[in-house]
């Protein structure tokens, strides 16, 4: 009996030997995580926290920060390897002159210098609880790179970190529009234009327009005149137009809402400060989460950092321009005045305008840059709010950053805040954007798996 039991264990071992050896060990060990990776991920969290707790952090200027934010990373990188030149002829108004080579140095130290001083420096706001984590972060890993490089090395690389910081914020602080717009949000002598199917102040939750200017942002990549939407049809309350009928929809679709269709508008949603960060920072947790279930390697994390960030960043500025050039109204207000007038939508309509849609571009342009870098086909399981109990955020699975981009475009028309052509319109600007980035090139950073996806990102 003993013997034929160790027979029948010795061939379930094989078994499971050869099942782990098919299948990869990644399926029955937990990811190694690259260390400079794993530093990257707890300042980008440290981030994604301080604009969840920060009232002011609306998601144009959340997008904005992650623009400059991913410079720091890319900025080290390619000094270490003598090609700032690469970087500053992309981007000749980071001054980074007097950076020369020298001293040996280490890209984790130097990181975690910059990181610290930016933030510090980007948001002066910051409250005493968030600023302690930025103490423990930085000093639990200035005690790890202490006891690995010694004290010279360690010191030579927080002095690049610190002289790369300061470059990437001053050039950050000339843009005078952008500069601390989390501090002045909005602006008490806008009057938005008036006519039938204009924006106005929502009656229940009356708040003037977020950032109206923003438009005039610089951009990193973009010309934003050259990325504005699509015209609008003419604005008509017509049984047969595009307005009534995609208006209907919205109405349709609420009455009752699935649970489905809740679970998609909330999970997206991204919209409460104190509960969740921004639509923007919601594709860079999609990216944290990327980046360590599937160890990336720095070089490759630090460009999908740095691509992803510049594009939110310019995706924002392009569609808050069109919101103002349009200025088309709510679907709330629409249906009140055509369909029922006591009608809600889901969630209050946001104070800005319609057209096109922010968190579509933002899905737009963050899923063809990932799509470059990492493939069409992915496995992955969104787990941005686990644990929370305020609002339906249970994980939900998705196959590839395109089927991502389209679900959080399509959230808003169920939510009862966008028109459909709002969220088409919005991926398409967003893609346009992400292939721009996408065309960046430096010499030891083009690891992309497919240069180009099989067809537009507006199939919702």
């Known amino acids: 009996m003993k013997k034929h039991r160790n027979l029948i264990l010795g061939m379930l071992m094989v078994l499971i030997l050869a099942a782990a050896s098919y299948m990869g060990w990644r399926y ?12 990257m991920n707890d ?4 981030a994604l926290d301080i604009e969840t707790d920060i009232e002011g952090i609306a998601v144009p200027v959340a997008g904005r920060f992650y623009g400059y934010f991913g410079f720091l990373p890319m900025a080290i990188e390619m000094h270490q390897k003598g090609q ?3 970087l500053t002829a992309y981007f000749p108004q980071l001054h980074l002159e007097e950076l020369k080579a020298g001293k040996p140095t280490s890209f984790g130290p130097a990181y975690n210098k910059a990181a610290r001083l930016f933030i510090s420096r980007y948001y002066i706001n910051i409250p005493y609880h968030l600023n ?6 930085e000093n639990k890993w200035n005690h790890k790179w202490m006891e690995e490089l010694g004290p010279e090395l360690t010191e030579n690389s927080k002095s690049l970190g610190r002289d790369i910081a300061n470059a990437v914020y001053n050039w950050s602080a000339e843009d005078k529009q952008g500069h601390q717009a989390y501090l002045h949000n909005f602006e008490k002598d806008y009057s938005p234009p008036q006519g039938e199917g204009r924006w106005r102040e929502d009656d229940e939750h009356p708040m003037p327009a977020l950032l109206p200017h923003w438009g005039e942002v610089c951009p990193f990549v973009i010309k934003t005149d050259e990325y504005i939407a699509m015209p609008l049809p003419p604005y008509s309350t017509e049984h047969n137009s595009v307005y009534y009928i995609q208006a209907l929809e919205l109405f349709t679709i609420s009455a009752p809402l699935s649970y489905e269709n809740k679970w998609i508008s909330e999970f997206w949603s991204d919209d409460v400060r104190g509960l969740t960060f921004t639509p923007a920072g919601r594709w860079i947790s999609i990216l944290d989460q990327f980046v360590q279930i599937n160890s990336v390697p720095r070089e490759t994390a630090i460009e999908a950092y740095f691509k992803v960030g510049i594009g939110l960043s310019d995706a924002l500025v392009a569609c808050w321009n069109s919101k103002y050039v349009y200025n088309l109204e709510r679907p709330q207000d629409y249906i009140r005045k055509n369909i029922h007038e006591d009608w809600r939508a889901f969630h209050h309509s946001p104070n800005f305008p319609s057209y096109p849609s922010g968190h579509s571009a ?8 990932l799509e470059n870098l990492f493939g069409n086909v992915i496995d992955f399981t969104d787990k ?6 305020e609002f339906l955020g249970k994980p939900r699975h998705y196959n590839s950053f395109r089927q991502m981009a389209e679900e959080s475009a399509y959230s808003r028309i169920p939510l009862g805040v966008h028109y459909r052509m709002d969220c088409q319109e919005g991926l398409r600007l967003g893609e346009e954007i992400g292939k721009k980035i996408n065309q960046i090139k430096f010499n030891s950073a083009n690891k992309a798996k497919s240069s180009k996806v099989s067809a537009p990102i507006s199939a919702i």
Do not use: C, M, N
């Open 43 to 46: 300042w980008y969290r440290l």
């Open 384 to 389: 941005s709010h686990i644990g929370r109990i």
């Open 84 to 86: 700032l030149d690469q």
């Open 28 to 39: 029955f060990t937990k990811p190694k995580v690259d260390d400079d990776v794993a530093l």
């Open 362 to 369: 933002i899905g737009g342009v963050s899923a063809t840059i």
């Open 132 to 137: 302690k984590r930025a103490e423990d972060i």
